[in-house]
Structure formats: C-alpha cells, structure tokens
C-alpha cells in the first residue's frame, strides 16, 4: 500500500484522540492479564493496542468500518468486521471496552461515510449505545464488565438509567473535563 492509500485509509478511520486516551488508560488500570477482552468500535486499533500491551490479556478489536479492521491489523492484532457483538458468542469475553460514536447529530444528517458513522450518535448520541447496551450481556462472561466511554454531550446520566434497565450496575472510574465536553468512562456489570 502506497502513502496516498494509507492517508485515504486514515481519513476514513478514527484516529486516537483524547476520548481513545482516556479509555485507554481506565482499561489498562483496569483490566487484568488473562483475561479475554473484546474492543468494539476500535477504529485505529489504538485502544486494543495499548490493552494488549500493557496487559497480558488476549485482545480482539472489532469494527463495522473495513479500513478501521485493515488499520487494526496493520498494528500486529487480532481484528474482526462485526456489527457491534453480533458475531461472537455467548459468555465470551471477561471485558467489552467501547469508545462510541457519541455526537448528537440532527436527524436529517446522513451517515455518507466511515467518518461521519464513526462520531454520529443519532439525534440524542445515543443511536449507538443503547443497542449496544442491550447486546453486549450476551457474550460476557458471567463475572464479565463493561468499560464504556460516554460524553457529557451524550448524557451521562441518561446513559447509566439505560444500562440500569438493561441489567447493569454502573460506576464512573475516569472522567476528564474540556471546554466543550466532559468525556467519563463507565465500568459497567451485570
């Protein structure tokens, strides 16, 4: 692959920001080697990554996007296309880790490309999570958690009441404020 393929790869592909940081971090402090963790939505893969190397877990990064799955096995991990947890089994994984597309977005914005599917959480920010929510029991294990990253702009508060209906504890373990948004990671378990 060529430099102007990579870049056109790149442009339609979510790249680390301080959303993928912050999980990162919560993920690396919080999950234990041994385990087998799932990254939904990994985009680069830069979240599997540092999961994978700064734990001993065992780390599948899977995206919707084909060039996000292309980039996150250029870095060296084991990367799946799948539809949020459609493709996986029951009782899995010991982890999920999920950064989200979490952006409100007005209802008459299409989704016309990787970029715009990758950012845009429907009308509330939510269009992605709470499907989510509701799959993701399926393939953990029965001690298994969650580690979800959700903006203020998204509602933090109406992300925990959702999980609750869903059969969820939860507890915020990270949070980082900017001037337009407060980014909190969620450590969820059923």
């Known amino acids: 692959m060529d430099l102007a393929e990579r870049r056109g790869l790149e442009t339609d592909v979510y790249q680390p920001a301080e959303d993928s940081r912050l999980l990162a971090d919560a993920a690396t402090d919080r999950l234990e080697g041994g ?19 700064n734990t001993d877990a065992r780390v599948v990064a899977a995206d919707l996007n084909p060039h996000a799955v292309s980039q996150a096995r250029d870095r060296g991990l084991e990367a799946v ?31 016309d490309d990787w970029m715009e599917r990758a950012l845009s959480g429907g009308e509330d920010g939510r269009a992605v999570i709470d ?5 993701v029991p399926r393939v953990l294990a029965s001690d298994g958690v969650v580690l979800l990253l959700v903006s203020s702009l998204t509602g933090v508060e109406a992300v925990v009441e959702r999980a609750g209906e869903c059969g969820f504890s939860a507890v915020a373990v990270a949070d980082e404020s900017f001037p337009y948004e407060t980014l909190t990671v969620l450590e969820m378990w059923l």
């Open 35 to 53: 385990d087998l963790i799932l990254e939904v939505g990994t985009g680069s893969g830069y979240v599997a990554e540092q999961i994978a190397t």
């Open 81 to 111: 296309r799948a539809d949020l947890v459609a493709p996986f089994v029951d009782g899995a994984f010991d982890a999920v880790v999920f950064n989200p597309p979490y952006l409100p977005t007005e209802p008459d914005h299409e989704w």
């Open 131 to 135: 499907p989510f929510l509701e799959q």
